[in-house]
């Protein structure tokens, strides 16, 4: 089945660092990918959804600044969040969708980020 | 007004009983689909099952069936002979829209989370 993979799993670190996460899609092609996020014992809110090869579109209330998404292939998109504070801190959580495939988005194993 | 309601923040069952975990929708769309995705406790989101608004079947995967009520707006998930490794929360999403259109986002409920008691 359609494997999607997400990295780090776990990331620690100062407040004021920037900190990248990969979402990839092992053995399929996804032209749009999905950015979560979900604080302890919440729902998943979208926070963007990223296309390849053009500008993420990002859900009202989504600091763009803040939260860089890049989708440079059909297969890796990545999200940045920029000068991390606490309030950052949460599970991100990517989802993938299968070019010309109506079948429900394949989500990773999302990343827990502990900004201290 | 929530897009995705589930009404039933805990649920508890005994190991090998039938569970129903519910969730009604809101949209003024024709076209839509209903998904429900397992959380367990590492993290990670598992798809259970799919029912699209023109389906006239209620879908199943095993033990999983969707108990679809299209007039009432609900899509109730019936998890049968329940087993320990079932419990996790349990979300229902929305997709608005038709499967081939450009619009692929879905919307979640608040999940509900299910204990299995041995």
């Known amino acids: 089945g359609a494997v999607v993979s997400q990295h780090p799993s776990w990331v620690i670190c100062k407040s004021g660092t920037s900190v990248k996460i990969e979402c990839r899609s092992l053995?399929?092609?996804?032209?749009?990918m999905f950015w979560y996020r979900q604080f302890p014992k919440q729902s998943l809110m979208l926070m963007a959804t990223s296309n390849e090869g053009s500008k993420a579109t990002y859900e009202q209330g989504v600091e763009k600044d803040k939260f860089l998404i890049n989708h440079a292939s059909l297969t890796l998109s990545t999200l940045t969040v920029t000068s991390a504070h606490p309030e950052d801190s949460s599970f991100y959580i990517c989802?993938?969708?299968?070019?010309?495939?109506?079948?429900?988005?394949?989500f990773g194993d999302g990343t827990r980020l502990s900004i201290l | 007004a929530q897009k995705i309601t589930q009404t039933q923040p805990g649920m508890f069952v005994q190991e090998k009983e039938a569970v129903t975990l519910d969730c009604t929708y809101d949209?003024?769309?024709?076209?839509?689909?209903l998904f429900w995705y397992k959380q367990p406790s590492s993290g990670e989101m598992i798809f259970l099952i799919y029912q699209g608004s023109y389906d006239e079947q209620n879908a199943t995967e095993g033990r999983y069936s969707l108990n679809f009520q299209k007039a009432r707006k609900s899509a109730n998930l019936v998890i049968s002979a329940s087993q320990l490794g079932d419990s996790a929360m349990y979300f229902c999403a929305m997709r608005e829209g038709p499967s081939g259109g450009s619009n692929y986002k879905l919307t979640f409920g608040k999940g509900t989370l299910l204990t299995v008691n041995p």
């Open positions: 053995d399929f092609q996804a032209t749009t």
């Open positions: 989802s993938a969708r299968e070019t010309g495939n109506v079948q429900p988005q394949h």
């Open positions: 949209t003024s769309d024709q076209s839509y689909g």
